[in-house]
């Protein structure tokens, strides 16, 4: 089982090439991607813990898809601000907002993704130790991004818990974790997040500045053979892109899947106009990619995301 999607669905800037320009009454950009990918990792549990009630409202609008799978990114509260210790609370408030979706059998795995200052040293591996054994009980997968990491001894670790170990692609400076295609548990995830050397340590850059890329047919094609090795080892695979901007992410998703072999994949129209010339290069367009309203779910009321 291979999934491919993207990070994130709540844009402005992905009405027009993502979405429609302008939003027809009753339109659910949840509900609308989950018609073409098969995966969706979640942004807003890195900035504060679902509520339970959305985590049942985003399980319900997917259910057109039986394949369909989130990702959750893992509350900010145990990745990025380390200054102080957790508490129990925060722990169980992470724990009551994701168990909607696992309870629906949608949560593929919760993202515990850390920063490049994040480095393997000893109060660090500490750190990560309490936070595995907080939510041993869910599926986890551990993205790092320096190059300390990179040590036998930290996947073995990965293996014998069943964690898996989130494979990167990131502008590479030094001390940055290369491209790989490891897996270290049932899962397998890979995580594209471009190649925006100019603004992805740049002090005060907004959001949407460092994740302003479009990789190429021949960069995806760098990807694939690590997509096949990630596949061969694991039960289920994610593959997510995070190059979000203007819907740049959504249209290497789309090219992943045809590339990855997928026959007919299918587009939200306005991608399709948006990225025509890429996506012919590699077989994507036509009718055959063209989904309109007519043919499809019915797509429903967003509610609280």
Request: glycine share 6%; proline share 5%.
């Amino acid at each position: 089982m291979i999934r491919f999607g993207v990070a994130g669905w709540d844009y402005k800037d992905w009405w027009g090439p993502v979405y429609p320009a302008t939003r027809p009454k009753g339109f659910d950009p949840l509900s609308y991607l989950a018609r073409y990918f098969d995966a969706i990792e979640i942004n807003s549990s890195f900035y504060h813990p679902p509520a339970p009630k959305s985590a049942a409202s985003w399980a319900e609008r997917v259910a057109h898809n039986a394949r369909f799978a989130f990702t959750a990114k893992l509350w900010r509260r145990f990745t990025h601000e380390r200054d102080e210790a957790w508490s129990r609370s925060d722990v169980q408030a992470v724990r009551d907002g994701l168990a909607p979706l696992r309870d629906a059998g949608r949560l593929g795995c919760i993202l515990v993704q850390f920063p490049w200052s994040f480095k393997r040293e000893s109060a660090s591996r500490e750190w990560l130790d309490d936070v595995l054994r907080a939510f041993q009980d869910f599926p986890l997968a551990v993205e790092v991004r320096h190059s300390s990491w990179n040590e036998p001894e930290f996947y073995a670790g990965l293996v014998e818990r069943g964690i898996a170990i989130v494979n990167i692609d990131q502008p590479v400076f030094a001390k940055s974790i290369t491209p790989d295609a490891k897996v270290t548990g049932t899962v397998g995830y890979v995580r594209l997040h471009g190649r925006n050397y100019e603004n992805w340590f740049r002090e005060n850059a907004e959001s949407h500045e460092r994740y302003d890329y479009f990789y190429t047919k021949g960069e995806l094609e760098g990807w694939l053979e690590r997509i096949h090795e990630v596949a061969r080892q694991a039960q289920e695979v994610y593959v997510i892109t995070n190059n979000h901007y203007v819907g740049q992410a959504a249209a290497n998703a789309a090219m992943l899947k045809k590339m990855y072999g997928e026959e007919r994949v299918e587009v939200p129209p306005q991608l399709l106009d948006a990225f025509s010339g890429a996506f012919a290069q590699v077989g994507i367009g036509g009718d055959a990619a063209r989904r309109t309203d007519d043919d499809s779910p019915q797509v429903r009321l967003q509610l609280d995301d």
